[in-house]
């Protein structure tokens, strides 16, 4: 067999990696592994239903496989047009119907975060705290003990200073899955979009209570609180950009 004929042997055997590495070897191996049909059997492997038309949908497999291989890198969202500074939190907590927790929060204190936790929290919930990921974070002050027993339900309204607009995260949402293995109880919301965006939906706010084991059976003693919307956003960027794009009244 000659060179070619063994190079035209062993290419369709290649995964998409190693034959784009073909191609830089000399200029006979990239004529050669250049050849369509080698990623015409890629594209087959990959998508199956795509090569039963008789032309490639785009000009060739080639560009087919080049294009799609792979995910496409994160785009660089532009600057938010909102900032912390811009807006403010409205966070009422009940049990049964009693208000237990009743703050406006600044958005630069969410920014700020815990910066102690409390000594005797859980190695768990500490390594959470300490994590480099973006969190919105606050401690509570006065701290409060809520019972196992009871329904805990959270509000939270966002303002913005720049419109004098207001927007809902949080609607009398019940706390309905405590983690004791992570010392947080957690409740949702679904949120509610500008028209503007008829095709966002089913993205979820999250508000969690950080707590610790009380002296007393089934007592939480709540030291801090935290809203992530980690389904759609994990930056802060990320977060501003889907704040703006609530249904603002």
Request: net charge negative; glycine share 4%; hydrophobic share 40%.
């Amino acid at each position: 067999m000659t060179n070619e004929e063994i190079l035209k042997a062993v290419f369709p055997l290649l995964d998409g990696v190693d034959l784009a590495s073909c191609m830089v070897v000399s200029k006979q191996w990239k004529d050669i592994a250049r050849d369509d049909y080698f990623w015409k059997c890629l594209c087959a492997r990959r998508w199956p239903s795509i090569c039963k038309r008789p032309n490639p949908p785009t000009v060739t497999y080639f560009k087919l496989y080049q294009t799609f291989y792979k995910r496409q890198q994160r785009r660089t969202l532009l600057p938010p047009r909102l900032s912390l500074e811009d807006l403010e939190f409205f966070i009422d907590i009940w049990t049964e119907d009693k208000l237990i927790f009743s703050e406006v929060v600044p958005g630069p204190v969410f920014q700020n975060g815990i910066k102690i936790p409390p000594p005797g929290i859980s190695d768990m919930l500490r390594y959470h705290l300490e994590d480099p990921e973006y969190k919105m974070t606050i401690p509570v002050e006065p701290r409060f003990t809520i019972p196992w027993s009871q329904t805990v339900t959270a509000s939270v309204l966002v303002g913005r200073k720049d419109s004098n607009r207001v927007a809902c995260i949080i609607n009398k949402s019940r706390f309905d899955y405590i983690d004791r293995s992570s010392h947080r109880a957690h409740a949702f919301e679904y949120l509610d979009f500008a028209p503007a965006y008829p095709f966002t939906s089913g993205i979820r706010a999250w508000i969690s209570l950080h707590f610790m084991e009380d002296g007393n059976e089934g007592v939480l003693d709540v030291f801090g609180l935290e809203m992530d919307f980690c389904e759609a956003a994990s930056t802060k960027e990320e977060v501003l950009w889907l704040l703006d794009m609530l249904d603002w009244k």
